[in-house]
Antibody
Framework: EVQLVESGGGLVQPGGSLRLSCAAS????????MTWVRQAPGKGLEWVAN????????YYMDSVKGRFTISRDTAKNSLHLQMDSLRAGDTAVYYC????????????WGQGTLVTVSS | EIAMTQSPATLSVSPGERATLSCRAS??????LAWYQQKPGQAPRLLIY???TRATGIPARFSGSGSGTEFTLTISSLQSEDFAVYYC?????????FGQGTKLDI
């Protein structure tokens, strides 16, 4: 069974940093692109970033470029999102998702972890 | 970046009725489009990919159509469990983008 479990969320002050993690199991992690998607309270879904199987290709939404870094640890089957220079607008539930093979859709999602940026 | 626009923002329908949700892309995405359903407190659930292919386990009352820039999700006979928020997503080019959602209300 495919499982994605996020962790690392919490309350952080504006300008601060946070590192999210996603533990993957039930599939061959090295075979799939992985993605972070976020959802601000009461708002819609926002695609944040994704990373290729080997970690050598990454893409970001414009508003997080230069502040967020996506990475993966193939030995530990884990995905990470390093978030620096956090702003109030980054407050959201952050979901880890597995990109479907040969497609850009997402059949598998984690339960999400809440990041709150506030003083 | 490709912008996705969904309409209407809210659609009020009755159980048993047909619902038609629209999604428009600011550039051609060919058929690289997915639809998701999301209920409160839950992660999104994939309904349709490739604009018209139902995901595993999705009932036949859900259907997708369209290509290029105009897409439609149709729910043929609404069940009580279908009342939720629906999102479209393009995966033609990075960054991938979602529409702002359509809330299906009873």
């Amino acid at each position: 069974e495919v499982q994605l479990v996020e962790s690392g969320g919490g309350l952080v002050q504006p300008g601060g940093s946070l590192r999210l993690s996603c533990a993957a199991s039930g599939f061959t992690f090295n075979n799939f692109w992985m993605t972070w998607v976020r959802q601000a309270p009461g708002k819609g879904l926002e695609w944040v970033a994704n990373i290729r199987q080997d970690g050598n290709e990454k893409y970001y939404m414009d508003s997080v470029k230069g502040r967020f870094t996506i990475s993966r640890d193939t030995a530990k089957n884990s995905l990470h999102l390093q978030m620096d220079s956090l702003r109030a607008g980054d407050t959201a539930v952050y979901y880890c998702a597995r990109q479907d093979y040969g497609s850009g859709s997402y059949s598998y999602w984690g339960q999400g972890t809440l990041v709150t940026v506030s003083s | 970046e490709i912008a996705m626009t969904q309409s209407p923002a809210t659609l009020s329908v009755s159980p048993g009725e047909r619902a038609t949700l629209s999604c428009r892309a600011s550039q051609r995405v060919i058929n690289n489009l997915a639809w998701y359903q999301q209920k409160p407190g839950q992660a999104p659930r994939l309904l349709i990919y490739g604009a018209s292919t139902r995901a595993t386990g999705i009932p036949a009352r859900f259907s997708g159509s369209g290509s290029g820039t105009e897409f439609t999700l149709t729910i043929s006979s609404l069940q009580s469990e279908d009342f939720a928020v629906y999102y479209c997503q393009q995966y033609r080019s990075w960054p991938y983008t979602f529409g702002q959602g359509t809330k299906l209300d009873i």
